[in-house]
């Protein structure tokens, strides 16, 4: 467990819960981060695949708005939604995939 392993981060994180508005304590736990996934590339490549995986494209109109001609393009297999509520429109959306090389 990395809280046994790595006590710094530890705290870090445990100061980012008290004050997670303070500069100070954001740029430390940040750089505890960092020297973390630079320690354990492989800990890094499951993060970047959980992140990944998480990725929504959306186009969303709300409230009597218009949306026209929206296109976006994911370059990995991502959740994509087209939503409009409240008296709303969406016309001419194009979402695409290209797989990661």
């Given at each position: 467990m990395y809280s046994k392993e790595q006590p710094e981060l530890k705290e870090a994180a445990g100061d980012m819960v008290i004050l997670p508005t303070d500069v100070e304590v954001k740029?430390?736990?940040t750089q505890?981060?960092?020297?973390?996934?630079?320690n354990d590339p492989d800990l890094a490549r499951?993060?970047?695949?959980?992140?990944q995986d998480s990725v929504i494209q959306r186009?969303?109109?709300n409230s009597n708005s218009k949306i026209e001609d929206v296109e976006q393009n994911a370059i990995s297999?991502?959740?994509?939604e087209?939503?409009?509520?409240n008296n709303s429109s969406i016309k001419g959306v194009r979402q695409?995939?290209?797989?990661?090389?």
């Open positions: 740029q430390n736990f505890e981060v960092q020297k973390t996934l630079e499951e993060i970047e695949t959980m992140m186009v969303l109109a297999n991502v959740r994509q087209v939503i409009a509520t695409t995939q290209n797989a990661r090389n």
